[in-house]
Structure formats: structure tokens, C-alpha cells
């Protein structure tokens, strides 16, 4: 029993040293450690075969190009940031603000670009840009095999 809750303890000391890395990291913050850009750590093992073929599947949606972490702008000037995505089937691309979808407007704008049957390219641009727009965005491709995310932080 003792050492089952001293196996629970240490994994959890492992979940949470490093998902502070992954936070701390960033695809901007050279030098400090994280080789992996703004992707969120996890320490989960897959469980099962079925899960490996989910998570690791050969066509799961991958952002393989993407804009810098870290982008100051001007105010009335305008913010755009890029995600080049891969997967069979073509991966579809969302944008999010603090954890919120979102949507066209007058001030935003969303383009894509289809590339051969299993990439796309997205760019989100926002024209001209006000205080609101200071905050942590982010793009997700997923198809019907995986998910993957990309973040991006702006300040004025």
C-alpha cells in the first residue's frame, strides 16, 4: 500500500513539473529550455492499443509551420498570424482567443488556402487592433484522427 501512494505521488510530481515546463516554454523563448514551441506537455502513456493508433496515427492532423509565440503590436495596426497544417483527411483549422472560438467580423478576418488532399493553410488577421485585442490566441487542426494546437500571445 505504502509504496502504490508512493507511485501515485511521484507520477503526480512528474504531471505537474511538467506541465509548469510546458507553460514556461514557448516557440519564442529560445534559451529557456522547451524544444517543443507552445504544444502542451502531457506525461500520459498510452494505456492501450487503441489509444497509440488514435494519438500516434500516420494521418492525424500535425501544424507543421506556425507564427512566433510572442507578437507586440501597435495600436491600429494590424495583427496576422499563421498555422500550416497536414493530414489525410485535410486537417480543418479554428482560431480561439482566450479559449473562445472565434468568429468573422468586421475587424477580422480568416484565409485558407487548400494544398495538395492533406494540408491547409490558415491566416487570421485582425485590422486595425484596439486594447481588446491583447491576449492568447490560438489555432487547432483536427480531423477525424487528432488534434493539435498552437499558441500565440500579443500585447500592445
Not at 507586440?72 to 494590424?78: E, Q
Not at 483527411?89 to 484565409?111: A, C, G, N
Not at 484596439?130 to 484522427?145: P, R, S, V
Request: glycine fraction near 8%.
Amino acid at each position: 500500500m505504502k509504496s502504490l501512494l508512493l507511485v501515485c505521488c511521484l507520477m503526480l510530481t512528474l504531471l505537474i513539473r511538467d506541465s509548469t515546463a510546458a507553460r514556461a516554454g514557448g516557440r519564442g523563448s529560445k534559451g529557456k529550455g522547451s524544444k517543443f514551441g507552445s504544444r502542451m506537455l502531457t506525461n500520459i502513456r498510452h494505456r492501450n492499443p487503441a489509444s497509440a493508433s488514435y494519438y500516434d496515427n500516420k494521418d492525424g492532423a500535425r501544424i507543421i509551420k506556425s507564427s512566433h509565440f510572442e507578437l507586440d503590436y501597435l495600436l491600429g495596426r494590424k495583427i496576422t498570424f499563421v498555422c500550416l497544417a497536414q493530414g489525410y483527411p485535410r486537417p480543418h483549422i479554428t482560431w480561439f482567443k482566450d479559449s473562445i472560438e472565434l468568429y468573422s467580423h468586421m475587424f477580422f478576418q480568416v484565409h485558407e488556402w487548400h494544398m495538395g488532399n492533406d494540408t491547409i493553410k490558415s491566416k487570421m488577421e485582425i485590422d486595425p487592433t484596439t486594447q481588446k485585442d491583447a491576449g492568447y490566441y490560438e489555432c487547432q487542426a483536427d480531423n477525424q484522427y487528432a488534434i493539435d494546437r498552437r499558441g500565440f500571445r500579443t500585447d500592445f
